[in-house]
């Protein structure tokens, strides 16, 4: 009887918790959970560029990843987001572990606020795979992105503290399609006039590969709101990634809000190229 009822009181306080919150945050988690569920039933491809949900893969040992980008978007009522250059690079250090950094220039003119123009917090970060593919479960890896305080606080480009976010990815594939979920806790250190909270984040994309050079993409991802007086975020992205060359990829996406917070439209391009390290240093020889 007492694991009855234990079981009973963990059901209640759940079905509680889910009716306390907001409708959208409602439909973001039940959207993720079907999309893990989707993984459990769905062997994996390559996320990345321009998709901002990732993959549970890391860079190979011995290999360099930079990504090179453009993001613009435009917000309900004018104002302009935009982020350019946006650059990563990432270095596969051992098997099942990434390491890299990444950092991105923006010029964000929105309606009724100042300017902010330049250099943004430059990011580190890791991926380190727990679980590799099996039949039935999909690739579980997990990933740490420290933000370093380096910009400028007096140009609004940066709060001054660090900021942690932890990423929980699961990614599987069953040729042509692949599919990959988020969820992950951003903690913020906010300064004490600001008021930033914690958040949470997460997302769902797939991959679909027409043939070796071509791949559709899309995505819909979301983060809990910013400030006890903003709204909580979500959005979708549709595009392709094309190989030009083995290790050259050009990709394109463009999506939109799906609340009144984010930008209204969005577009984003760019490339991603991926060399052996060890050959580059050669070379330079």
């Not at 140009?155 to 992950?184: C, M, Q, W, Y």
């Not at 994309?205 to 050079?213: C, K, V």
């Not at 050259?248 to 190229?273: E, H, I, K, M, N």
């Amino acid at each position: 009887m007492g694991l009855v009822q234990s079981a009973k009181t963990y059901l209640l306080q759940t079905v509680s918790l889910w009716t306390q919150m907001k409708a959208p945050m409602r439909s973001l988690l039940a959207f993720l959970l079907l999309g893990f569920l989707v993984l459990i039933r769905a062997n994996i491809s390559l996320a990345g560029r321009p998709l901002v949900v990732d993959d549970a893969a890391p860079v190979g040992p011995g290999q360099l990843e930079v990504e090179f980008g453009l993001t613009h978007g435009r917000r309900d009522g004018g104002g302009r987001e935009q982020a350019w250059p946006a650059m990563t690079m990432a270095y596969g250090l051992v098997e099942r572990l990434e390491i890299g950094l990444s950092i991105q220039r923006v010029n964000h003119d929105r309606r009724g606020e100042p300017a902010v123009k330049g250099f943004e917090d430059l990011h580190l970060a890791s991926k380190l795979t727990i679980l590799e593919e099996t039949e039935v479960l999909p690739a579980v890896a997990l990933s740490l992105d420290v933000k370093l305080p380096t910009a400028s606080k007096s140009k609004r480009l940066s709060t001054g503290n660090f900021d942690e976010a932890f990423t929980f990815i699961f990614s599987k594939a069953d040729a042509p399609l692949a599919l990959h979920v988020n969820l992950g806790y951003l903690l913020v250190d906010s300064p004490r006039n600001a008021k930033l909270k914690n958040r949470l984040r997460g997302g769902i994309a797939s991959d679909y590969a027409l043939n070796g050079e071509l791949i559709l993409v899309g995505e819909v991802f979301g983060t809990s709101r910013v400030g006890k007086d903003e709204q909580n975020e979500a959005a979708f992205q549709l595009g392709f990634r094309y190989a030009l060359t083995k290790s050259l990829v050009f990709d394109a996406a463009a999506g939109r809000s799906l609340r009144r917070a984010g930008p209204t439209l969005q577009g984003t391009t760019g490339l991603t190229w991926t060399i052996g390290a060890a050959n580059l240093l050669k070379a330079r020889r």
